[in-house]
């Protein structure tokens, strides 16, 4: 978790970089283009300059026949010097503008290799990492193996995602502690449901899914021009418990203000916001970087991870009280149906990574589908995130 959070923070100082760079590249562009324009302008000045270097006008004290081409020249000079001064001057300052430009991209390259050495460090640490956790569960792979292999078959006979997550949930809560948590908790509030006078996570009456977290985006694009992205960064580590919990420290609905956003990026579709298909979005959308890092928003069990119809790769996970989250787009999901997770905790990547970076642009970058749902109807994500999240996104 400490490994995936030092890689979070490394993808948002590196988009910060980058950003800056291509910044300063378009102001050298400027300038150099400003320059290359008035090439021949700047010849002439600087042949005028180098010629009075070499030939002082003529003294002022001057005998009397040479009076008169001494006016004449003193009136031409007069005339010429404050222009030839000005634009001198101009060039100077455009001069001193384009090497500050220069240094400073410079300066900026050398952050971006420092900062990209960091975080191929770090990703090479978690994949080690992640391979110890893989060797740790070996002793759970025969009850693993038949999660998977349920997830499998229910998800090739259902017709809906509510479906596919309520048969899911009886094969969770059969093989795991998923069963044992929800009957303590009915123990604990039998009469007693959590949201039932939450106004800001009221259930939306459900419809189809959305063709893709891609086709939401479509939509938020077109937005763009009228409106900022906000860009999204990551609140500091939340303690949420014990890290050898097998089973959330608290109840999701108290979790409020707590959760730590799954990935880097930018928000670009909101919950409720009018999708292209003229229905409301059911979760937010953000925009990561190439190969980002996706961690676990809240404790909970894995009740799906796979390819399911237009969502691509998928991410569904049972946080207790009827509550779950969705996350769709991921490129490599590294956890299995049946496993407790930890919020925070790695479980995947977005697509593209690699050792060469570039500035994430818009109509190139993967996009995370985030739900949460609760009594398979979702519900505004938005008052869970951490504070600093929330006053990030405005």
Known sequence: MDTAKIIKDSEGKLTDIESRLEELESQERILRGSLSQRNGQIAKLLGALQRMGRNPPPAIITEREDALEMVRSAMLLSAAFPELGNQAQALLTRLNEL????????????????????FSDARVRLSGLMQEKSVALDERQSELKQMRTAAADISRNVNNLNDLI???DKAVQTNTGLGAYEAQRAREKPNITPNSSSASDAPTPIDAPP?????????????????QFNVVELAPSTALGRPGRIEPEVEFIKAKGLL?????????????????????????VFETRQGAQVTSPCDGWIVYAGEFRSYGQLLIINAGDGYHVLLAGLSQIDVQ??????????????????????????????????????????????????????????
């Open 99 to 118: 090497a500050r430009v220069t240094g400073d991209i410079r300066s900026q390259r050398d952050k971006l290799r420092s900062e990209m050495a960091h």
């Open 166 to 168: 309520v048969r899911l």
């Open 211 to 227: 063709a893709t977290p891609a086709a939401d985006v479509k939509a938020a694009s077109a937005k763009s021009a009228e409106k």
């Open 260 to 284: 730590p956003l799954p990935a880097q990026g930018r928000k670009v579709l909101n919950f409720g916001d009018k999708t292209q298909y003229g229905g409301q979005s059911k979760g937010i």
């Open 337 to 394: 149906p049946g496993q407790f997770v930890l919020a925070a905790e790695p479980i995947g990547t977005m697509s593209g990574w690699s050792q060469q970076t570039r500035p994430v642009a818009a109509n190139s970058a993967p996009v995370l589908y985030v739900e949460f749902r609760k009594d398979g109807r979702p519900v505004n994500p938005d008052p869970w995130w951490a504070a600093r999240d929330r006053k990030v996104q405005g």
